[in-house]
């Protein structure tokens, strides 16, 4: 690419140009008449400028801990990804893996099966059965019962439509986790904060260490757990091996992390990173609660 502009002024903002890109707009400078040869050059140039940026940065974050924060908190930034950026699509790219490796979502199905496949249909029921008696105490019954008792019938029809299909219901839950992580973010970020105050970070920056963790899980998972898969197919002896320290790095991960981001020493770093992951452990359950009211309720 050329690193002169090819117009003494900007084509779009009339600005003075001093290089390939507008001081005031930000416009890359090139010629119309070879537009093809610059788009296929300033494709190729960005797709390389990701995919080297990204790898690199997913190895810093896999192998660092706290490196790409502490990076991007002293104003290194040119060289990442942004952190927002980098965690939607990892966390999408790992979705997107767990969907084609695992079974595809099954939805709720309006009628139970039977072991063969069939659909189990309704009893019917003879007219000749139901006396008048009986069905003047159904008409009185339907009109004593009130919302509250319909309300709570309807919780409890959907609780029992959700036991009796739990494996489209965990299909539900973990297709609303990623959502639900995001949601959690900020709590993570606001428990950093509490415990680790004296290191004088701002929330912000805070946000953006709990938004480069949550990548770091994401890309663990996906890369730790494949390699246990990969060892497992050709080395199942040493399968167990290679899992015990892909569980360790997760616990190992954030004290270093913790420990290198706020400079306090190892004892209050190990308390206040334990201290952490319970609260955080709550809020994610309570999330996973309301997550499951919304599914009874509404799902």
Sequence with gaps: MSSTSVHPLCENCSAVLVGPYCH???????????????????????????????????????????????EYMAGKRASQMPPFRLYLFVSVL?????????????????????????????????????????????????????????????VREKFKQLSEHQAEASAELAHAFPKMLLLCLPVFALLTRWLFRAA??????????????????????AVGYGWVGLVRFGFPWLASVVEIGVAAWFVIYPLL??????????PRTVLKSGVVFLFYNVAIVLCFLGVTVVLVLFG
């Excluded at 992390?257 to 190892?266: G, I, T, V």
Aim: proline residues 5%.
């Design 200 to 221: 004088g970070l701002s929330y912000l920056q805070h946000l953006i260490a709990a938004v480069h963790f949550h990548t770091f899980v994401f890309l663990w998972k």
């Design 24 to 70: 005031r707009c930000g416009q890359h400078d090139f010629d119309v008449s070879r537009l093809f040869r610059h788009v296929v050059s300033e494709a190729l140039e960005n797709f390389l400028h990701f995919d080297t940026k990204f790898f690199r940065n997913i190895v810093t974050l896999l192998f660092q801990p706290a490196v790409l924060t502490q």
């Design 257 to 266: 992390m913790f420990h290198r981001l706020y400079h306090q020493p190892w």
């Design 94 to 154: 790992f979705f997107f893996i767990e969907f084609v490796t695992g079974d595809p979502t099954i939805r709720l199905a309006d009628s139970p099966a039977r072991p063969d496949g069939s659909v189990a249909a309704a009893p019917e029921v003879s007219d000749s059965r139901i006396t008048p008696t009986r069905t003047r105490l159904r008409e009185n019954a339907a009109v004593e019962v009130t919302a509250q008792s319909r309300s709570s019938q309807f």
